[in-house]
């Protein structure tokens, strides 16, 4: 049997309609108004979602972010993000290489172990995605001009310059020549499951180095993203027993 010690609270369904183009005014206004309801401190998406009179999603899609929209209404900013830019460059790399292709913001998800950063860590550093991407080409690009970068497109496209492309066959022969192991500190997935190898030019291909074997070698995540277009001092490749012994079956034989 069940008892009941009063009337039923009445459920009330209030439904907050989100907005179009709301003037930012408006938005910042409001933001205000719901600091200093709770005694002038910054409030959160949450405590900001219980006050306010629109949704925390319209002013972080106004201005970029929750951070951005507490700097625009003259609020302190709740979290520093105090990550180097280096190190946000070099994760936005090696997304970069395991997706094969550029990263879009919504794939920067630190729980499925894609990137160590959410985007929101770039965007409370640059502002936006699209500025943390202009500044990413600016750093991996090595300040290369607008038209040095274009005119390098257009030798590819015209057939001027040999492919950069690396097929898996002389990825292959690469590794196998330098025993899988990285040309400059030596790490290996041998030893560490958790390191990825590269293969890299040793003169830039945008200086004009070829892809081909003696252009080429083995170096680590870590090495080839600090390397970058840098032109290092050209090394003789250490070539394992294996790749030797094929080498001379390879070769013809003289006759005496």
Not at 5 to 33: H, Q, W, Y
Request: proline content about 5%.
């Amino acid at each position: 049997m069940v008892s009941f010690s009063g009337p039923a609270r009445p459920i009330r369904f209030e439904i907050k309609l989100i907005p179009r183009n709301t003037p930012e005014k408006v938005l910042l206004e409001d933001l205000r108004r719901v600091s200093r309801q709770i005694g002038g401190r910054s409030p959160s998406t949450t405590i900001y979602g219980e006050h306010g009179s629109l949704s925390a999603e319209a002013l972080i899609h106004r201005f970029g972010s929750w951070n951005a929209a507490l700097a625009a209404a003259g609020l302190p900013i709740r979290k520093n993000y105090r990550i180097r830019e280096a190190d946000l460059f070099e994760n936005l790399a090696e997304l970069w290489r395991k997706l094969d292709r550029q990263p879009i913001s919504t794939e920067l998800i630190k729980k499925e172990g894609l990137s160590r950063y959410s985007t929101t860590a770039y965007v409370a550093r640059f502002g936006t995605w699209n500025k943390a991407l202009q500044a990413f080409d600016a750093y991996i690009n090595r300040g290369k001009s607008p038209k040095e970068r274009a005119r390098a497109k257009k030798k590819v496209h015209c057939g001027k310059a040999p492919s950069r492309n690396i097929n898996w066959r002389l990825r292959a022969t690469v590794l196998l020549r330098d025993n899988c192991a990285c040309r400059m500190c030596g790490a290996s997935p041998a030893k560490d499951p958790a390191v990825t190898l590269h293969i890299d030019h040793i003169v830039p291909w945008s200086k004009g180095g070829a892809t081909g074997l003696d252009n080429l070698q083995t170096l680590c995540s870590a090495c080839n993203i600090g390397k970058s277009d840098r032109q290092c001092a050209r090394q003789h490749p250490k070539r394992s027993k294996v790749f030797a012994a094929k080498r001379r079956r390879s070769l013809p034989r003289l006759k005496r």
